[in-house]
């Protein structure tokens, strides 16, 4: 009776492997013949660049974020936002919501500056889905028939040890199938934004002056310490110059007197 049930494992396994095989010969099948519909499954990345005054910078990007969070009906995930106030005023922020709050989002963003650059990347996730689908209904299959395999185990324990270890994988594989699945379909039902917020193009007059300013110290420095640099480079050549000058100008005049 062991030997039996241990055969009957092995033959799952063989059809568990033979069905991965099958399963990508339809698929390629199903491309070649154009049956493959993978425009229903696009995902897009939109990508929007505003120039606003430096006083804005910080309000936009508060405003943005804030209206991100407040739209749940759309789903809207803020993914990534930072705000950096170094030499050109700047922020960034990126986040993931349905196309009708994606396109909310980009017109808020475009009437709080001036839109310098805008576009959207698409990615067609038909194959990938496709692929994630077909592993799934194997493993679920796969997983019904360890189950009923081990209902007819009986009191064979070293038979049903290995079916339960080997659902036990299953289930594990079948949870990432899962998870992975459930990411494509994230990607293709929600929008990705990116948005930068900078002021470079329209920061005040006084703001490159008053840099200037508060580097000065830090230039002046930093010139000197450049000057004492160059002149540890410079001085053994002057030394040289001074030795070797009065020697090279009485052995040129000497030449001049053999010459005569």
């Known amino acids: 009776m062991k030997k ?13 492997c ?8 339809q698929s390629s099948a199903a491309r070649l013949d154009g049956k493959e ?5 696009l995902a897009y990345e939109h990508n929007v660049s505003v120039d606003t005054n430096e006083a804005q910078v910080r309000p936009l990007y508060e405003q943005v974020v804030a209206a991100c969070k407040a739209d749940t009906d759309n789903g809207c995930l803020l993914l990534d936002s930072s705000i950096d106030g170094g030499r050109y005023v700047h922020a960034r922020i990126s986040m993931r919501a349905k196309p009708a709050g994606i396109k909310k989002l980009v017109a808020l963003v475009a009437a709080g500056g001036d839109v310098t650059s805008q576009g959207t990347k698409v990615e067609d996730l038909g194959r990938p889905v496709l692929d994630s689908k077909k ?7 796969y997983q019904a028939q360890l189950q009923d395999l081990e209902k007819r185990s009986g009191a064979n324990v070293d038979a049903l040890i290995k079916v339960t270890k080997e659902l036990a994988t299953v289930q594990v594989e ?4 899962t998870a992975a699945n459930a990411l494509l379909m994230q990607r293709i039902d929600t929008d990705l934004l990116n948005v930068a917020i900078s002021a470079e193009g329209k920061q005040s007059f006084w703001r490159p002056v008053k840099r200037a300013l508060g580097n000065f110290t830090e230039n002046l420095s930093e010139g000197v310490a450049n000057a004492i640099t160059a002149m540890a480079y410079i001085l053994p050549w002057l030394i040289a110059f001074v030795l070797l000058f009065p020697l ?13």
């Open 4 to 16: 039996v049930y241990i055969s009957l494992i092995g033959l799952l396994l063989l059809a568990g």
């Open 18 to 25: 033979g069905g991965k095989g099958e399963s990508a010969g």
């Open 37 to 41: 519909k993978g425009s229903e499954f």
């Open 135 to 141: 592993r799934l209904d194997m493993l679920k299959q």
């Open 174 to 177: 079948l949870e990432q199938a």
């Open 248 to 260: 090279g100008r009485k052995g040129w005049r000497r030449l001049r007197g053999i010459k005569r």
